[in-house]
């Protein structure tokens, strides 16, 4: 699987405050955020995110529909999610999507740390009438994408159903798993790709899940 990059402009370091700024959290202790602010030629993007949140979000990326999506991801993974984007929309909708989900993976890699802990592995199985998606998910720090989705129209609305595989892509080698995302049945490119950001955010929160039961982090190789 290609784990290209664009090479244009590079992450900016995470920003101290967010982490300064964190509560306490979850039962075992200090709360797990991630904040990216990452500025290039094409996109202005910043991502909070708080690992251990309650499903609350506000997002603005000028693409509604990717901003509707990061919603129901944020809501059904209980990830509170703060997302501002600015990009070259007179270009096309390409970079914003991208870049989004990019920063999307490197929040989550900023939170998440070590890994220590967590389940590591998750998998959902979500419906939307006709439509039916399967996502699995390890987070083992080999960024592999399998993307078994054809959503039939080339646009929702004015969104470019293609994007989500490059939005995903991004996502995977930014946070380094292994992603699978199986789409079962469906006829409405809308209800799948909504399904798909659904069984991602399930997923996601079950990877990220701490199980007290994981000592160091959960591989017989010793590192994640
Ligand atoms: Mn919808």
Do not use: W
């Amino acid at each position: 699987m290609a784990t290209a990059r664009r090479g244009k402009g590079g992450a900016a370091a995470p920003r101290p405050a967010a982490r300064a700024k964190a509560k306490a959290g979850p039962a075992s202790g200090s709360a797990r955020r991630g904040a990216i602010a990452r500025k290039t030629h094409e996109t202005t993007v910043s991502v909070e995110l708080s690992v251990d949140g309650r499903g609350t979000s506000r997002i603005r990326t000028g693409v509604a529909f990717l901003d509707h999506m990061l919603e129901l991801f944020s809501k059904h993974g209980f990830f509170d999610l703060v997302v501002e984007a600015t990009g070259d929309l007179e270009v096309d909708q390409h970079h914003t999507v991208e870049d989004v989900g990019l920063s999307l993976g490197q929040a989550f890699r900023d939170a998440l740390g070590s890994k220590t802990g967590i389940r590591r592995f998750g998998q959902a199985s979500v419906p939307l009438d006709e439509a039916l998606v399967s996502v699995v998910v390890d987070l083992s720090g080999r960024p592999y994408l399998v993307y078994e989705l054809d959503p039939g129209r080339e646009r929702v609305g004015n969104f470019d159903t293609s994007l989500v595989h490059d939005f995903l892509l991004a996502f995977v080698n930014e946070l380094k798993l292994n992603l699978h995302v199986d789409c079962i049945r469906g006829r409405n490119p809308h209800h799948m790709i909504e399904a798909t950001f659904k069984a991602l955010g399930r997923a996601m929160d079950q990877a990220t899940a701490l199980d007290p039961r994981v000592r160091g982090v959960l591989s017989t190789k010793g590192v994640l």
